[in-house]
Protein backbone atom coordinates (compact mmCIF):
# COMPACT_ATOMS: atom_id res chain seq x y z
CA UNK A 1 0.00 0.00 0.00
CA UNK A 2 1.59 3.69 -1.30
CA UNK A 3 0.87 6.89 0.17
CA UNK A 4 -0.01 9.84 -2.40
CA UNK A 5 2.36 10.49 -5.11
CA UNK A 6 3.34 6.95 -5.05
CA UNK A 7 5.50 7.17 -1.70
CA UNK A 8 5.98 3.85 -0.23
CA UNK A 9 4.30 3.86 3.65
CA UNK A 10 7.36 2.42 5.02
CA UNK A 11 9.26 4.70 7.24
CA UNK A 12 12.71 5.36 8.14
CA UNK A 13 12.47 8.40 9.71
CA UNK A 14 11.01 7.38 12.91
CA UNK A 15 8.80 9.30 15.63
CA UNK A 16 11.05 11.58 18.39
CA UNK A 17 13.03 13.27 15.66
CA UNK A 18 14.07 17.44 17.34
CA UNK A 19 13.12 19.09 14.48
CA UNK A 20 11.45 22.38 14.91
CA UNK A 21 7.53 22.66 13.66
CA UNK A 22 7.62 23.22 9.77
CA UNK A 23 11.13 21.75 9.27
CA UNK A 24 11.68 21.73 5.70
CA UNK A 25 14.49 19.50 6.44
CA UNK A 26 12.75 17.11 7.74
CA UNK A 27 10.32 16.41 5.05
CA UNK A 28 13.05 16.74 2.70
CA UNK A 29 14.85 13.80 4.87
CA UNK A 30 11.79 11.63 5.04
CA UNK A 31 11.00 11.38 0.98
CA UNK A 32 14.32 10.87 0.66
CA UNK A 33 14.89 8.08 3.24
CA UNK A 34 12.00 5.94 1.30
CA UNK A 35 13.36 6.49 -2.10
CA UNK A 36 16.84 4.59 -0.56
CA UNK A 37 15.16 2.13 1.99
CA UNK A 38 16.97 0.42 4.29
CA UNK A 39 20.44 -0.38 2.70
CA UNK A 40 21.63 3.07 3.26
CA UNK A 41 24.13 4.74 5.68
CA UNK A 42 24.49 8.31 6.23
CA UNK A 43 26.98 10.72 6.69
CA UNK A 44 25.86 14.01 8.37
CA UNK A 45 28.53 16.33 9.76
CA UNK A 46 28.05 19.12 11.80
CA UNK A 47 24.38 20.91 10.50
CA UNK A 48 21.04 20.98 11.74
CA UNK A 49 20.17 17.12 10.80
CA UNK A 50 22.70 16.12 13.62
CA UNK A 51 20.38 17.52 15.73
CA UNK A 52 17.15 16.12 14.34
CA UNK A 53 18.91 12.45 15.37
CA UNK A 54 17.83 13.14 18.60
CA UNK A 55 20.10 12.38 21.79
CA UNK A 56 23.14 10.04 21.80
CA UNK A 57 22.32 6.67 22.60
CA UNK A 58 18.85 7.45 20.76
CA UNK A 59 18.34 8.37 17.13
CA UNK A 60 15.40 8.72 14.96
CA UNK A 61 16.94 7.01 12.06
CA UNK A 62 16.57 3.71 11.36
CA UNK A 63 19.82 3.07 9.37
CA UNK A 64 23.16 3.69 10.06
CA UNK A 65 24.27 7.10 10.58
CA UNK A 66 28.32 8.71 11.07
CA UNK A 67 28.43 12.23 12.78
CA UNK A 68 31.43 13.84 11.26
CA UNK A 69 33.19 17.10 11.71
CA UNK A 70 31.80 19.89 9.22
CA UNK A 71 34.09 20.19 6.50
CA UNK A 72 34.24 16.40 5.92
CA UNK A 73 31.31 14.99 4.59
CA UNK A 74 32.05 14.28 0.83
CA UNK A 75 35.17 13.02 2.17
CA UNK A 76 34.08 10.18 4.54
CA UNK A 77 31.18 8.96 2.65
CA UNK A 78 33.70 8.59 0.12
CA UNK A 79 35.85 6.24 2.24
CA UNK A 80 32.54 4.62 3.84
CA UNK A 81 31.52 3.33 -0.05
CA UNK A 82 34.95 2.34 -0.45
CA UNK A 83 34.90 0.48 2.60
CA UNK A 84 31.59 -1.75 2.02
CA UNK A 85 32.86 -2.24 -1.57
CA UNK A 86 36.14 -3.86 -0.25
CA UNK A 87 33.94 -5.56 2.32
CA UNK A 88 31.84 -7.25 -1.05
CA UNK A 89 28.49 -5.32 0.02
CA UNK A 90 25.88 -5.28 -2.74
CA UNK A 91 23.29 -2.55 -3.21
CA UNK A 92 23.39 -0.09 -0.72
CA UNK A 93 23.74 3.95 -0.80
CA UNK A 94 25.93 6.23 0.74
CA UNK A 95 24.55 9.43 1.20
CA UNK A 96 26.68 12.94 2.26
CA UNK A 97 23.41 14.79 3.87
CA UNK A 98 24.90 18.21 4.45
CA UNK A 99 22.90 21.71 4.40
CA UNK A 100 24.27 24.87 2.45
CA UNK A 101 26.88 25.79 5.22
CA UNK A 102 28.42 22.36 4.96
CA UNK A 103 28.24 22.12 1.29
CA UNK A 104 28.78 25.92 -0.17
CA UNK A 105 31.03 27.11 2.20
CA UNK A 106 33.32 24.81 4.92
CA UNK A 107 32.96 21.43 2.78
CA UNK A 108 33.37 22.78 -0.55
CA UNK A 109 37.00 21.31 -0.92
CA UNK A 110 35.67 17.96 0.12
CA UNK A 111 32.66 18.32 -2.14
CA UNK A 112 35.33 18.67 -5.56
CA UNK A 113 37.19 16.42 -4.36
CA UNK A 114 34.85 13.29 -4.43
CA UNK A 115 33.03 15.29 -7.43
CA UNK A 116 36.44 15.07 -9.46
CA UNK A 117 37.18 11.44 -8.88
CA UNK A 118 33.97 10.05 -8.87
CA UNK A 119 33.31 8.60 -6.01
CA UNK A 120 30.56 6.22 -5.63
CA UNK A 121 28.35 8.17 -3.65
CA UNK A 122 25.20 10.52 -3.33
CA UNK A 123 25.42 13.85 -2.21
CA UNK A 124 22.70 15.72 -1.19
CA UNK A 125 22.38 19.43 0.31
CA UNK A 126 19.53 20.62 1.93
CA UNK A 127 19.77 24.03 1.66
CA UNK A 128 17.99 26.47 3.99
CA UNK A 129 20.49 29.18 2.55
CA UNK A 130 22.24 30.06 5.30
CA UNK A 131 23.59 28.82 8.90
CA UNK A 132 20.58 27.89 10.61
CA UNK A 133 21.97 25.59 13.18
CA UNK A 134 24.59 28.10 14.25
CA UNK A 135 22.48 31.46 14.86
CA UNK A 136 21.02 32.05 10.87
CA UNK A 137 23.94 33.68 9.68
CA UNK A 138 24.62 34.18 5.58
CA UNK A 139 26.25 31.84 3.88
CA UNK A 140 27.15 31.96 -0.08
CA UNK A 141 23.64 30.09 -0.70
CA UNK A 142 21.83 33.18 1.17
CA UNK A 143 20.19 34.85 -1.61
CA UNK A 144 20.17 38.60 -2.62
CA UNK A 145 18.73 40.81 -0.28
CA UNK A 146 17.95 38.51 2.47
CA UNK A 147 18.28 39.52 6.19
CA UNK A 148 20.36 36.75 8.62
CA UNK A 149 22.20 38.53 12.13
CA UNK A 150 25.39 38.95 9.69
CA UNK A 151 23.74 40.82 6.91
CA UNK A 152 21.06 42.94 9.55
CA UNK A 153 20.19 44.95 6.00
CA UNK A 154 20.21 42.38 3.73
CA UNK A 155 23.22 40.44 1.39
CA UNK A 156 24.32 41.98 -1.13
CA UNK A 157 25.80 39.45 -3.42
CA UNK A 158 23.87 36.92 -5.19
CA UNK A 159 23.64 33.13 -4.25
CA UNK A 160 26.21 31.01 -5.35
CA UNK A 161 25.34 28.62 -8.69
CA UNK A 162 26.74 25.21 -6.70
CA UNK A 163 25.08 22.79 -9.24
CA UNK A 164 26.70 23.91 -12.17
CA UNK A 165 30.06 24.40 -9.90
CA UNK A 166 29.41 20.38 -9.77
CA UNK A 167 28.16 19.38 -12.96
CA UNK A 168 31.55 21.00 -13.89
CA UNK A 169 33.19 18.24 -12.85
CA UNK A 170 31.68 15.74 -15.51
CA UNK A 171 29.61 13.99 -12.46
CA UNK A 172 27.26 11.50 -13.84
CA UNK A 173 24.29 12.85 -12.28
CA UNK A 174 23.11 16.62 -10.57
CA UNK A 175 19.37 17.82 -10.27
CA UNK A 176 17.65 20.08 -8.08
CA UNK A 177 13.98 19.48 -6.15
CA UNK A 178 12.33 20.84 -3.48
CA UNK A 179 9.77 19.66 -0.78
CA UNK A 180 6.59 21.01 -2.43
CA UNK A 181 6.80 18.54 -5.25
CA UNK A 182 7.68 14.84 -3.37
CA UNK A 183 7.36 13.32 -6.45
CA UNK A 184 9.61 15.04 -7.85
CA UNK A 185 12.12 14.84 -5.42
CA UNK A 186 11.48 10.73 -4.84
CA UNK A 187 11.88 9.95 -8.61
CA UNK A 188 15.38 12.14 -9.15
CA UNK A 189 16.56 10.23 -5.52
CA UNK A 190 15.45 6.91 -7.24
CA UNK A 191 17.47 7.64 -10.15
CA UNK A 192 20.97 8.82 -9.12
CA UNK A 193 20.18 5.52 -6.84
CA UNK A 194 20.95 3.26 -9.79
CA UNK A 195 23.48 5.26 -11.25
CA UNK A 196 27.13 4.44 -10.48
CA UNK A 197 29.93 7.32 -9.70
CA UNK A 198 29.03 10.66 -8.46
CA UNK A 199 25.09 12.39 -7.85
CA UNK A 200 24.29 15.43 -6.41
CA UNK A 201 20.86 16.57 -5.50
CA UNK A 202 20.02 20.02 -4.07
CA UNK A 203 17.38 20.35 -2.92
CA UNK A 204 15.63 23.89 -1.54
CA UNK A 205 13.98 23.30 2.17
CA UNK A 206 12.67 26.32 3.76
CA UNK A 207 12.91 26.96 7.68
CA UNK A 208 10.60 28.98 9.19
CA UNK A 209 12.84 29.64 11.93
CA UNK A 210 15.50 31.58 10.01
CA UNK A 211 13.23 32.88 7.00
CA UNK A 212 10.76 33.77 9.32
CA UNK A 213 7.68 32.76 8.30
CA UNK A 214 4.83 30.55 9.99
CA UNK A 215 5.84 27.41 10.14
CA UNK A 216 1.74 25.76 8.61
CA UNK A 217 3.55 27.43 5.64
CA UNK A 218 6.87 25.21 5.37
CA UNK A 219 4.97 23.68 1.93
CA UNK A 220 3.27 26.67 0.30
CA UNK A 221 6.73 28.57 0.16
CA UNK A 222 8.47 25.68 -1.27
CA UNK A 223 6.10 25.43 -3.72
CA UNK A 224 6.07 29.34 -4.19
CA UNK A 225 9.80 29.34 -4.73
CA UNK A 226 8.99 27.06 -8.11
CA UNK A 227 5.91 29.06 -9.15
CA UNK A 228 7.32 32.44 -9.02
CA UNK A 229 10.83 30.78 -11.09
CA UNK A 230 13.10 31.33 -7.76
CA UNK A 231 13.67 27.88 -7.91
CA UNK A 232 13.69 25.75 -11.23
CA UNK A 233 13.72 22.42 -11.25
CA UNK A 234 15.84 20.65 -13.51
CA UNK A 235 18.64 17.75 -14.14
CA UNK A 236 21.73 17.19 -15.62
CA UNK A 237 22.51 13.52 -16.36
CA UNK A 238 26.04 12.80 -18.17
CA UNK A 239 26.18 16.48 -19.55
CA UNK A 240 21.94 16.70 -20.59
CA UNK A 241 20.49 19.57 -19.03
CA UNK A 242 16.59 18.52 -18.82
CA UNK A 243 14.19 20.65 -16.86
CA UNK A 244 11.55 18.69 -15.29
CA UNK A 245 8.19 18.50 -16.12
CA UNK A 246 6.80 20.16 -12.69
CA UNK A 247 8.90 23.00 -13.39
CA UNK A 248 8.37 23.13 -17.63
CA UNK A 249 4.60 25.74 -16.86
CA UNK A 250 7.12 28.32 -15.52
CA UNK A 251 9.12 28.51 -18.59
CA UNK A 252 6.64 30.84 -19.92
CA UNK A 253 7.20 33.85 -18.04
CA UNK A 254 2.97 35.05 -18.50
CA UNK A 255 2.59 31.65 -16.36
CA UNK A 256 5.06 32.28 -13.11
CA UNK A 257 4.07 34.06 -10.25
CA UNK A 258 5.11 37.68 -9.40
CA UNK A 259 8.28 36.73 -6.48
CA UNK A 260 5.98 39.06 -4.42
CA UNK A 261 3.71 36.30 -3.67
CA UNK A 262 7.58 34.51 -2.40
CA UNK A 263 8.86 37.00 -0.61
CA UNK A 264 6.01 38.67 1.30
CA UNK A 265 5.59 35.60 3.40
CA UNK A 266 9.16 35.96 4.90
CA UNK A 267 10.53 38.42 7.25
CA UNK A 268 13.76 37.88 5.92
CA UNK A 269 13.12 40.41 3.23
CA UNK A 270 11.28 43.03 4.67
CA UNK A 271 14.37 44.99 4.41
CA UNK A 272 14.84 44.31 1.05
CA UNK A 273 15.27 47.45 -1.36
CA UNK A 274 13.15 48.19 -4.62
CA UNK A 275 16.69 48.01 -6.19
CA UNK A 276 17.49 44.61 -4.61
CA UNK A 277 14.20 43.22 -5.38
CA UNK A 278 14.96 44.15 -9.70
CA UNK A 279 18.19 42.34 -9.64
CA UNK A 280 16.58 39.47 -8.30
CA UNK A 281 14.17 39.54 -10.70
CA UNK A 282 16.71 40.23 -13.28
CA UNK A 283 18.78 36.86 -11.90
CA UNK A 284 15.82 34.75 -12.07
CA UNK A 285 15.02 35.60 -15.87
CA UNK A 286 18.39 35.22 -16.97
CA UNK A 287 18.44 31.48 -15.69
CA UNK A 288 15.25 30.46 -17.15
CA UNK A 289 16.18 31.93 -20.54
CA UNK A 290 19.84 29.71 -20.10
CA UNK A 291 18.29 26.44 -18.57
CA UNK A 292 15.94 27.02 -22.06
CA UNK A 293 19.06 27.65 -24.16
CA UNK A 294 21.07 24.37 -22.49
CA UNK A 295 18.06 22.12 -22.59
CA UNK A 296 17.95 23.09 -26.37
CA UNK A 297 14.23 24.98 -25.99
CA UNK A 298 15.28 28.07 -27.79
Known amino acids: MKLPFGLPREEFLLPGHTACPGCGATIAL ?30 SFAVPVVNIPFE ?38 ALSGAAERNDNILYICYDNEMYSNTGIQRSSATPIGAWTTTTPTGKRE ?12 HVPYAATATIAFPKDLYEKVRKARQIR ?53 YLDKSRRKPIDEFLKHQLRFRTMT ?15 ERLKREAELV
Open 30 to 59: RIVMKALGPRTVFVIPACCSTVIQGIFPGS
Open 197 to 249: GFKFLHILTPCPVGWRFDASKTVEISRLAVQTGYWALYEIEHGKLRISPAFTP
Open 72 to 109: AAAAVAAGVSAALEQLGEKDFSVVAWAGDGGTFDIGLQ
Open 158 to 169: HKKDLLRIVSAH
Open 274 to 288: PELKAELERAIEEGI
